[in-house]
């Protein structure tokens, strides 16, 4: 067999990226990082070690797809739905401040007003790959920020649109005559995909999967997922829309039916692999001529880009109703360049809308900013002067403090105060009311609590990691403090703040492994029911009872493998 073109320089990538990332890792920098950090070093503006930038920012593509087809994966149309107005409201605040931000900030610096709204077009957009990457890794995607963040990069992706069509149109020699002709019909056809979808995945897409399923080849099932994948993007490019949206909107056909999980577990392997390339291709773009060449304008850039973008994010999600601590973590989320604001920026330089040489420390620290994001992603929870600052901001803003006064002669003693109503405060709450038992539930999602004070819970919108939250709940006068949220931070937060606030309450909360539960009990909390072991315990309950072991017996296996999984007694 002769010479495979490219697979020389895929076997250098991997040996260099596995190298740096271990070396990064040791100073508890994140994966991404070093897969950045591997790209610059690598690519033809380093030690030149990869030629072939365009096949590998091919393969790259391929990842961004993999990537938002299993992010899609984990959002079905139910779920999206949930977030529509994080999508709607708080993307268009995102987009729109963001990019008259940078045009006014282009103006005042002299660059003509064409140029400046291209600016503020390439500014607004964030990193879905790499933001999402990290809330992933933290378990964050479904905490408060996490889906503002979300619902603000699937809006981002469908503003994507119209963009690329005014682009052109800013160059000197266009006119501008039938831009907002062209918008409304790209806006009616992504309007119409995303209705397809919904049909498709009501009535086809569930059948199709049965068929392929009755084969009962993992092959083919896995093939026909990636059909679905690629498939999506393809057809959503046809129609002038992003392959990122149309592999998204696929991710989402497949979340509906019974083999979402399925297909998850499957596309892992295969999506890890090419977005670590994607993330290493957006290494090789980073030049260092230009860092050395325009050192001031860099380091402005890259504070605009972490300092800016994130003012103007929190600023959203405040307005949007959201608490200081949970905008100010959106806000870190979003601060970044995006992958499509490289695509704009070729856009931009063929169509003449701006030269070369322009974009190149824009372009340099964008780079530096997604680098610096996972990094400043694990940093945030850890912000708390922020939150303070914007705490009496966020009370002007979005007027949506806790209402005290309701729980005034109410709930002020010998009650459970209970933070999340998911489904497991829901199962808590319901057990409480069957009991008698006084409760009061604290709340981050608006729409849950307007929903559970319609049906008469005595549910309130509060951030509990503030001391102020947990006082107006009358935590010292009540018998129990519930966690049931899925923001481990937050968790973490609320059990020191509550040990303050109320030291005699005990506190009962949930971990998802045991490491986790060891370090909420050393803070302070009385009960950690650890997933990890419930699950495992369950398991082994539901085996003897199929195994037809008698039912005294299957109750002493599991209160042994309880006591073995015990944490030993400080």
């Known amino acids: 067999m002769g010479h495979i073109p490219l697979l020389d320089e895929l076997s250098l990538i991997a040996v260099l990226a596995v190298a740096v990332t271990v070396l ?25 070690l990869v030629h072939s930038t365009e096949a590998i920012e091919m393969l790259a593509e391929v990842g961004v797809v993999l990537l938002l087809f299993t992010i899609g994966l984990e959002f079905s149309l139910e779920r999206l739905t949930s977030i529509f107005k994080s999508v709607a409201l708080g993307g268009l605040l995102q987009v729109v401040l963001t990019a008259a931000a940078t045009t006014l900030g282009a103006r ?27 809330l992933g890794d933290r378990n964050e995607l479904d905490a408060p920020h996490g889906r503002f963040i979300v619902g603000t990069l699937v809006f981002q ?122 993330f290493v291709s957006l290494g090789m773009l980073f030049d260092v001529r230009v860092v050395l060449a325009h050192p001031v304008a860099l380091l402005l850039l890259t504070v605009a880009f972490l300092g800016g973008k994130a003012v103007l994010a929190t600023a959203s999600a405040l307005v949007m109703g959201f608490p200081a601590r949970v905008a100010l973590l959106a806000g ?71 209402p005290t006064a309701a729980l005034e002669g109410r709930i002020a003693s010998e009650h459970v105060v209970v933070v999340g109503y998911g489904l497991a405060g829901r199962m808590t709450t319901s057990a409480l009311e069957r009991l008698s038992v006084k409760y009061v539930v604290l709340e981050l999602n608006a729409e849950t609590v307007r929903n559970a004070v319609r049906a008469s819970v005595p549910a309130f919108y509060a951030d509990a990691t503030s001391p102020e939250a947990l006082e107006h709940a009358h935590l010292p006068s009540a018998r129990a403090l519930v966690l049931l949220i899925n923001d481990r931070t937050a968790v973490e937060r609320i059990v020191d703040t509550a040990r303050r606030v109320a030291p005699a309450v005990p506190i009962i909360t949930r971990a998802r492994y045991q490491t986790e539960g060891e370090r909420l009990r050393a803070s302070g909390a009385a009960e950690v029911v650890v997933e990890e072991i419930a699950g495992a315990v369950e398991i082994v309950e539901a085996l003897l009872s199929r195994l037809e072991v008698p039912p005294d017996e299957v109750r002493r296996c599991v209160d042994s493998s309880r006591r073995s999984l015990a944490p030993a007694p400080a």
């Open 332 to 402: 870190v989320g979003l601060a970044q360049f995006g992958e499509f604001g490289f695509v704009l920026a070729r856009l931009g330089e063929s169509s003449g809308v701006v030269r070369s040489e322009a974009l190149g420390p824009l372009l340099a620290a964008g780079i530096v900013s997604m680098f610096l994001t996972p990094v400043l992603v694990r940093l945030s929870p850890h912000f708390t002067a922020g939150e303070r600052l914007l705490a009496p901001l966020q009370r002007r803003v979005s007027g949506t403090d806790l």
């Open 24 to 48: 990064l890792a040791r100073l508890r920098l994140p994966t991404v990082a070093g897969l950045l950090a591997a790209g610059a070093l690598a690519g033809p503006n380093g030690l030149r």
């Open 108 to 134: 005042l610096l002299g660059v003509p007003l064409a140029q400046g709204v291209f600016y503020g077009f390439v500014v607004s957009l964030s990193s879905t790959a790499i933001v999402l990457r990290a």
């Open 157 to 278: 992706d469908l503003a994507v649109v119209p963009m690329v069509l005014v682009v052109p149109v800013l160059a000197p020699s266009e006119a501008a005559g039938s831009v907002g002709l062209d918008v409304s019909f790209a806006l009616g056809k992504a309007a119409l995909l995303v209705a397809v979808t919904i049909v498709v995945a009501r009535v086809v897409v569930p059948r199709v999967l049965d068929w392929v399923d009755a084969s009962r080849s993992r092959e083919t099932f896995l093939i026909a997922v990636l059909g679905l994948c690629i498939g999506t993007a393809w057809l959503t490019s046809l129609a002038g829309l992003s392959l990122a949206l149309g592999a998204f909107l696929g991710g989402m056909v497949v979340a509906g039916t019974a083999y979402g999980h399925r297909a998850m577990g499957d596309m892992l392997p295969l999506r890890d692999v090419f977005v670590s390339l994607f």
